[in-house]
């Protein structure tokens, strides 16, 4: 067992936490294990991220109105971890979802359905492992690599933007022919041919950040200083590998970490259940009246 007193409810820092959410913590912290344990065979560098970091630093544990457990990869790692996942991976745990940026691990022998239902895939407790990619780093080299990153994104997601930035007079740093070939293809290869140059611009820029807090203009850019070595903090009754900058990422992240704020927000989805297999709950119910009823 990963967490003490698990089928006991707790006070924890005046927060009443439940029996059922520790539960699904210890489920988290078994997915975990499985990726440390994929990642150390194969010499992959990982970090805690975002609120599992927090909770790290701030409450040497999972942050008590909080059901996330999130990593961090920088994109070359993330990349590797991509191409070792589909042999590594063992049962129970299986892939549920992988996008440019991020990916979930879940566990199949649970069960987490939320509005973004999507039949035929996973819906197990996960966790959510990040990619960092490069930012602009104020540099003309680092400029440039994320111009040139973003208009390969760009194309790949929104292409008459692309379009539309040219006829008013922008110059791309991409072959204009390269850019629409992207456009054409497949999703699956959109993935391949982004990941790759997201790999190969990663030296040209000393700055660092999820792509997606990019774009929605969260938070801001992390140094690759802040990741120049790598220790650990003590996380329940686990020790997680943390950057050795992690209050100045926090800081960069969410100002005054140290100040608890508890935004309410639900992380689990509307439907979970920590002992029942997800397959096995599809068998007995209407998934789309579930979730309008709730």
């Given at each position: 067992?990963?967490?003490?007193?698990?089928?006991?409810?707790?006070?924890?820092?005046?927060?009443?936490?439940?029996?059922?959410?520790?539960?699904?913590?210890?489920?988290?912290?078994?997915?975990?294990?499985?990726?440390?344990?994929?990642?150390?065979?194969?010499?992959?560098?990982?970090?805690?991220?975002?609120?599992?970091?927090?909770?790290?630093?701030?409450?040497?544990?999972?942050?008590?109105?909080?059901?996330?457990?999130?990593?961090?990869?920088?994109?070359?790692?993330?990349?590797?971890?991509?191409?070792?996942?589909?042999?590594?991976?063992?049962?129970?745990?299986?892939?549920?979802?992988?996008?440019?940026?991020?990916?979930?691990?879940?566990?199949?022998?649970?069960?987490?359905?939320?509005?973004?239902?999507?039949?035929?895939?996973?819906?197990?407790?996960?966790?959510?492992?990040?990619?960092?990619?490069?930012?602009?780093?104020?540099?003309?080299?680092?400029?440039?690599?994320?111009?040139?990153?973003?208009?390969?994104?760009?194309?790949?997601?929104?292409?008459?933007?692309?379009?539309?930035?040219?006829?008013?007079?922008?110059?791309?740093?991409?072959?204009?022919?390269?850019?629409?070939?992207?456009?054409?293809?497949?999703?699956?290869?959109?993935?391949?041919?982004?990941?790759?140059?997201?790999?190969?611009?990663?030296?040209?820029?000393?700055?660092?950040?999820?792509?997606?807090?990019?774009?929605?203009?969260?938070?801001?850019?992390?140094?690759?200083?802040?990741?120049?070595?790598?220790?650990?903090?003590?996380?329940?009754?686990?020790?997680?590998?943390?950057?050795i900058g992690y209050d100045e990422i926090l800081t960069a992240y969410y100002g005054d970490w140290r100040t608890p704020v508890r935004d309410g927000r639900n992380r689990l989805g509307n439907i979970y259940s920590d002992d029942i297999p997800y397959k096995e709950f599809l068998q007995?119910?209407?998934?789309?009246?579930?979730?309008?009823?709730?």
């Amino acid at each position: 067992m990963f967490i003490k007193d698990l089928y006991r409810d707790e006070i924890r820092e005046g927060w009443l936490v439940k029996s059922d959410i520790k539960k699904v913590w210890n489920r988290q912290l078994e997915i975990w294990q499985e990726v440390d344990r994929i990642c150390r065979k194969h010499n992959i560098t990982y970090w805690a991220n975002s609120g599992t970091l927090l909770g790290a630093a701030r409450h040497k544990g999972f942050i008590p109105w909080d059901e996330d457990f999130d990593l961090m990869m920088m994109r070359p790692d993330y990349n590797r971890f991509c191409d070792v996942l589909a042999d590594e991976l063992n049962a129970p745990f299986e892939l549920k979802e992988k996008l440019f940026g991020m990916m979930k691990i879940s566990h199949s022998q649970t069960t987490m359905i939320d509005y973004g239902y999507l039949e035929g895939s996973p819906q197990g407790i996960a966790i959510d492992i990040f990619a960092l990619d490069i930012v602009n780093d104020k540099t003309p080299e680092g400029s440039s690599a994320y111009k040139a990153l973003d208009e390969l994104l760009t194309a790949a997601c929104n292409y008459p933007k692309i379009i539309r930035y040219v006829q008013n007079g922008g110059r791309l740093l991409n072959d204009l022919q390269v850019l629409e070939a992207i456009s054409k293809t497949s999703e699956d290869k959109k993935l391949e041919i982004l990941e790759f140059y997201a790999a190969e611009l990663w030296r040209q820029s000393s700055a660092v950040a999820w792509i997606q807090d990019t774009l929605n203009k969260i938070g801001n850019p992390f140094e690759k200083k802040c990741f120049s070595e790598t220790i650990y903090l003590p996380f329940e009754t686990i020790e997680l590998p943390v950057p050795i900058g992690y209050d100045e990422i926090l800081t960069a992240y969410y100002g005054d970490w140290r100040t608890p704020v508890r935004d309410g927000r639900n992380r689990l989805g509307n439907i979970y259940s920590d002992d029942i297999p997800y397959k096995e709950f599809l068998q007995h119910f209407d998934i789309y009246n579930l979730i309008l009823k709730k």
